[in-house]
């Protein structure tokens, strides 16, 4: 692979009621925005530390808003309609998705998701809750976004699955924990506002 692959992080605007609803119950839906503004932000350092070239994939809000937020030299695309995976879909490769939902995540998870790519076509980064954190292509992958159980707790094993079935090797990285519900939080109380 010659290019690096860039890193596509999926982010949400932090509207009251529209972001990391799961969290809304213990947190009201002011809370609940204010741990996924986090998130996105901490993540979007992690990217950066990195070094690899990144985008951020944005929908709820106009480009100029997450600019204002994030800041002017974050490149944004915008993900589309469609269900997740028909937003993921429309990454090309070589890179790397992810969300911003993973507080434990560092610039060496990153890292070592790029150097696997170098030696394999796909690379995932295992969820505790049975999901995945992060997945990396260097070609096209289209048999994984349809028709995929997105959200529970057997996506990884479907995942996994039909690469199986399509022949295409793939490495796992180190498993990281998830913050989407609220005894999730008990991890992470810097989060909390």
């Given at each position: 692979m010659s290019l690096p692959p860039t890193?596509?992080?999926?982010?949400?605007?932090?509207?009251?009621?529209?972001?990391k609803?799961?969290?809304?119950?213990?947190?009201?839906?002011?809370?609940?925005?204010?741990v996924h503004r986090r998130l996105v932000e901490r993540t979007?350092?992690?990217?950066?530390?990195?070094?690899?070239?990144?985008?951020?994939?944005?929908?709820?809000?106009?480009?100029?808003?997450?600019?204002?937020?994030?800041?002017?030299?974050?490149?944004?695309?915008?993900?589309g309609e469609g269900d997740l995976g028909a937003r993921l879909a429309r990454v090309e490769a070589p890179a790397i998705l992810l969300g911003a939902d993973v507080p434990g995540l560092t610039a060496e998870h990153l890292l070592a998701a790029a150097e696997a790519l170098r030696e394999v076509p796909v690379v995932i980064g295992p969820a505790s809750d049975g999901g995945y954190y992060l997945i990396g292509f260097t070609r096209e992958i289209s048999f994984l976004w349809g028709e995929m159980p997105w959200g529970t707790e057997r996506v990884l094993k479907a995942t996994e699955g039909r690469l199986g079935e399509q022949g295409v090797p793939y490495r796992l990285l180190s498993e990281l924990d998830d913050c989407d519900r609220p005894e999730d939080l008990a991890n992470w109380p810097e989060l909390v506002p």
């Open positions: 890193i596509a992080l999926f982010a949400k605007y932090p509207h009251a009621g529209k972001a609803t799961r969290l809304a119950p213990a947190l009201g839906d002011a809370g609940a925005a204010e979007l350092a992690t990217v950066r530390e990195s070094g690899l070239p990144f985008a951020v994939h944005f929908t709820g809000a106009a480009a100029e808003d997450f600019a204002a937020w994030l800041g002017a030299d974050v490149p944004l695309v915008e993900q």
